[in-house]
């Protein structure tokens, strides 16, 4: 009787206890869509769950009490909640997990035109999301990069502040800019193609730093830049961008989806940018920055189709309306020698598409097509651009066995046609080309890519470009890839070096400019490192050297009226070791940390020179620390750079030949801790670094832009005049950094699931 007793006390035990417990469930996203193989943790205990494609997870039978829920997953932010599990009550709990942007396994497409982890890719790809350029908001794109380690904004012009984008060294004309894929930011619009594309519409940014011409042709000879918008399907609802400075800079970026039936889902990105301050606190009775009002419309759509094949198409159309020069410039001195003032208006359109063919094979067409029109003046300079460029590739990839193979076909139209002497007409050009390339995969630690490209340009006739590539896994934290292969690039000057049209030096076309072509070969090495605390820390070092042939020099030296350009007698040397460090605590404190050591030149007749506007050295940071209790988030970003070479007009030019060092740094502070909302602010420049510091002048001559007033000898030798002291022409090529002063911020997001 005493055991049936124990035994019925037992039982009610059981079922007493049993009766307190509950589950719990909930949905994990991130990023504006549902993840899946996330896991779910309650710490300290043997509840554990992978979210489904739904992003869904579920946990029976838990215990009443007080529990600390952990979500983690590749990419993105460990999330730690506590939560409170009360007796009969189901509870739900939905997190959404903000992305990492020092994780190093996320997806990449732009090394091998494939979809790979990134740790998995023979080709390095550096991959930047928007928690990265949230760090320090700036309304282009173009801005946005120079926090990027070995990636520098480069101004090419003191009074309309253009400028291009430097990958280890190497100007903005090497280094091919993408957006999902397709050339579209090339020749022309390489000075403004980035401006105007909606920040809240970028899904990622691929880097690959390095020849890549095996596969995208001609430009991608320094590198590439590919700009992966969101796919509709997973962007948010609705989201707003607004931020303003000090200096009146606007900025807004507007985002919204919507679904057009059972089958398509369309994005709209609108992005207006609004600068109309006359500000000259150099004194020079020049502006400071370009004045500058631009719209751009950026239209994305995602159709749904019969075995996940895929179908997107793009657009976006900008205008643009940009002036510098003398503060009193209006619209009515344009073209004219009265008032000095550099008006440009930029007109362009923009088409992408993907369509994967009804095939049992992969096939995937991808075509794109843009045309820019640009109307300029330089003082009394007029420069009339248009451009048409049409792009069309057919591309298959197949893996068998240890091989995975990539064939393509592609062709380029491209049309240019301008008002300078050089183009005596309109010039048409067609650029087919055929590509293979096949991933070895000899082990799970070894992989070789074997790639090689022919292209048959109308003018210049046939270009090779092989490429190898091999990768060796010695342990799930440490990797090697070697990298070699060659690039080509044929050259349109004007419509990539403004320079050449601004200030009153004439240009000068030695001969008849042949394409370049480079060898290249870097080696890349990554080391992860998880510590027992759970702090992260990723190393990634990559040493590069990059041979230059027919390589187009700008000669500002020889005589200081004029820019020589000419293919250079003898070589071209890029080469360096570029090394990044992230480090991710588990207390919410970040560091990202770069940099770059450069030894560029140009060799002829035995002799070396370092080319203008070339850095030694570059170093980047980025410091962030999330207050947990306050919903503040500290980000402190900056970059620092090494003398440059600067071109000066003679000997008795009194600025500086070499630029100083210096940095450029930021501090932000963002609170989240409203649904939906995030505001921002903080200061730009903190430091208050401007290029004039340090020189007398930044611009020659503002005082006669026209070089009314400038005397010449017999010889064409500007003379040392009482009015003109030091024998100088007007000119504004001395330039290396943005001229804004120490400035504050604010700005508020919005984002609407």
């Known amino acids: 009787m005493k055991k049936l007793f124990l035994i019925l006390l037992l039982f009610c035990l059981q079922f007493s206890f049993a009766q307190e417990t509950s589950s719990v469930s909930g949905f994990i996203s991130g990023d504006g869509h549902q993840l899946q193989l996330a896991n779910v943790h309650l710490a300290g205990t043997k509840y554990r769950a992978v979210t489904d494609s739904l992003g869904y997870y579920n946990f029976e039978n838990v215990p009443v009490g007080n529990y600390t829920l952990q979500v983690s997953l590749v990419g993105f932010q460990t999330l730690k909640k506590k939560i409170d599990v009360t007796k009969d009550a189901a509870q739900s709990y939905d997190f959404e997990l903000d992305d990492t942007d020092n994780q190093l396994n996320e997806v990449v497409v732009s090394g091998t035109l494939k979809a790979v982890k990134r740790l998995e890719s023979a080709v390095p790809v550096e991959v930047y999301s928007p928690v990265f350029f949230k760090k320090n908001p700036t309304p282009s794109i173009y801005e946005a990069l120079q926090n990027i380690n070995g990636v520098r904004p480069q101004l090419n012009c003191g009074v309309c502040n253009t400028g291009d984008i430097h990958i280890n060294g190497l100007e903005g004309p090497y280094t091919l800019v993408l957006i999902d894929g397709m050339p579209i930011v090339s020749s022309l619009s390489t000075v403004y193609g980035l401006s105007g594309i909606p920040n809240s519409l970028v899904e990622r940014i691929e880097i690959v730093k390095g020849p890549a011409s095996s596969l995208y042709g001609s430009e991608a000879v320094g590198g590439l830049i590919n700009i992966i918008t969101k796919n509709p399907t997973n962007a948010p609802v609705f989201s707003a961008d607004y931020f303003t400075t000090t200096y009146f800079e606007n900025n807004l970026d507007l985002g919204m989806k919507f679904n057009a039936g059972k089958k398509a889902t369309s994005l709209i990105g609108v992005n207006y940018f609004n600068y109309d301050q006359v500000i000259d606190k150099d004194k ?136 300078t002497p050089a183009t005596k007409e309109a010039e048409s050009t067609w650029l087919p080309g055929i590509f293979v390339q096949d991933e070895i995969t000899f082990s799970p630690k070894s992989q070789v890519l074997l790639g090689a490209r022919y292209d048959y340009n109308s003018i210049h006739g046939s270009i090779f470009t092989p490429r190898f590539a091999y990768r060796f896994k010695a342990n799930d934290n440490t990797i090697f890839r070697l990298n070699a292969g060659t690039g080509f690039r044929v050259v349109n000057l004007f419509t990539e070096d403004h320079a050449a049209l601004t200030g009153s030096r004439d240009v000068v076309i030695q001969n008849n400019l042949k394409p370049e072509k480079s060898v290249n070969v870097n080696l890349n090495y990554i080391q992860k490192i998880n510590f027992g605390n759970g702090t992260f820390m990723g190393i990634e070092t990559t040493a590069f050297y990059t041979r230059f042939s027919n390589k187009i020099i700008s000669d500002y030296e020889t005589d200081p009226n004029k820019i020589i350009y000419d293919n250079i007698d003898g070589y071209a040397i890029s080469q360096g070791i570029s090394t990044n460090v992230d480090v991710n605590f588990t207390n919410g404190l970040k560091f990202i940390l770069g940099a770059t050591v450069l030894d560029n030149k140009n060799v002829q007749d035995g002799i070396s020179q370092r080319p203008f506007l070339t850095e030694r050295f570059t170093g980047t940071w980025s410091v962030s620390y999330k207050i947990e209790p306050w919903n503040l988030l500290l980000d402190y970003t900056g970059n620092v750079y090494s003398p440059m070479k600067l071109p000066l007009l003679n000997e008795y030019d009194p600025r500086n030949p070499n630029s100083p060092w210096y940095s450029i740094q930021n501090i932000q502070f963002s609170y989240t801790g409203w649904k939906n909302f995030e505001l921002y602010g903080g200061v730009k420049n903190l430091l208050n670094f401007t290029p004039k510091q340090n020189n007398p002048f930044l611009i020659s001559r503002t005082n006669d832009p026209f070089d009314k007033n400038v005397q010449y000898d017999s010889a064409g030798k500007v003379l040392v005049t009482p009015d003109n002291p030091y024998g100088l022409t007007f000119d504004t090529t001395y330039v290396y950094g943005q001229n804004q002063t120490i400035r504050g911020f604010l700005g508020l997001r919005y984002n609407f699931r």
């Open 284 to 419: 020079d009775n020049f502006t400071d920055v370009t004045l500058s009002k631009r719209i751009s419309v950026f239209n994305k759509w995602s159709f749904q189709r019969n075995n996940n094949r895929l179908f997107t198409i793009a657009a976006r159309g900008m205008y643009e309306d940009r002036w510098g020069g003398d503060v009193r410039w209006e619209k009515k001195y344009r073209g004219g020698d009265e008032i000095y003032g550099e008006s440009i208006y930029t007109k362009r359109g923009e088409l992408i598409g993907s369509y994967q063919l009804p095939f049992e094979e992969k096939l995937m067409l991808s075509f794109s097509g843009n045309v820019h029109y640009q109307d300029s003046r330089y003082g009394t300079t007029s420069y009339i651009a248009n451009q048409k460029i049409g792009f069309l590739q057919l591309t298959w990839d197949k893996k068998l066995g240890r091989n995975d193979f990539l064939a393509g076909i592609a062709t380029r139209y491209s049309y240019y046609n301008d008002n």
